[in-house]
């Protein structure tokens, strides 16, 4: 079990969504970390009224393709954390990867509100991307001139 004690533990995190895209993770982390194909089983990647980004949520036959980034420190961990905020719970969930069919124990970011009445449908990348890309890397550069902002996290 890796801990805030020890700098040099490195994690596995599952993404599904915005982080699928290159653009978002150089602006969030400053590098692309090395990455390979999954899926997550017993869950389903649904849109969210109002919102241009998913969720996702334990569903029995589903499954979530998405890819893990490897090698995530836990000051980019943290930052992560931020990004996805409180709507999403970070958990520890197994998948299995496409290239090798191995189970991998990784981190992913799970919607909080389990019978949220503004989940509908599937997520689709390639809609976001087409449609939503350009206006949420607008709003992931905002997040982080907040988040580089000192003593303004918080105070009202």
Known sequence: MASASNPQSLFNVFVYGSLLADDVVIA??????????????????FSIKGRVYPAILPVENKKVNGKVLSGITIPELDILDKFEDVEYERKTVDVSLTDSSDTLMVEAYIWADQSDPNLFGEWDFEE???LHKQS???MTMEFLEELEQPNQSGSI
């Open 136 to 138: 949420f890397m607008k």
């Open 128 to 130: 976001w991307e087409r």
């Open 28 to 45: 969030l982390l400053k590098r692309v970390p090395s990455s390979s194909p999954a899926i997550l089983h017993n869950f389903h990647r």
